[in-house]
Nanobody, 124 residues
Framework: QVQLQESGGGLVQAGGSLRLSCAASGRTFSSYIMGWFRQAPGKDREFVAAVSRNGLATYYADSVKGRFTISRDNPKNTLYLQMNSLKPLDTAVYYC?????????????????WGQGTQVTVSS
């Protein structure tokens, strides 16, 4: 099991950028497909992006494609989400998670382990 802790959230103006980090404990970080999800107030948690074990394959929700970049540094046990051209609709709590599926998916049920989340607020 991997313990996850997100950081890097904050308040930013529309059009700005933030980089989220997710620090993972344990020696098996590189064994997991990793994902980012978000949950806005009053809405369901939704998929944002996922990355393969070696970092070479990625998958994005249409709403963030071209603006967000997911990456990972396996020796540092860290997952990243670079967010550019932020919009007020991106305001949410962002979570990182490990997948139990050997294939990259955006299905919530494929991700059994979660961090506590970090708040991102985009002002207009």
């Amino acid at each position: 099991q991997v313990q996850l802790q997100e950081s890097g959230g904050g308040l930013v103006q529309a059009g700005g950028s933030l980089r989220l980090s997710c620090a993972a404990s344990g020696r098996t970080f590189s064994s997991y497909i990793m994902g980012w999800f978000r949950q806005a107030p009053g809405k369901d948690r939704e998929f944002v992006a996922a990355v393969s074990r070696n970092g070479l394959a990625t998958y994005y929700a249409d709403s963030v494609k071209g603006r967000f970049t997911i990456s990972r540094d396996n020796p540092k046990n860290t997952l990243y989400l670079q967010m550019n051209s932020l919009k007020p609709l991106d305001t949410a709590v962002y979570y990182c998670a490990t997948s139990s599926n050997p294939l990259i998916t955006g299905r919530l049920g494929d991700y059994p382990y979660w961090g506590q989340g970090t708040q991102v607020t985009v002002s207009s």
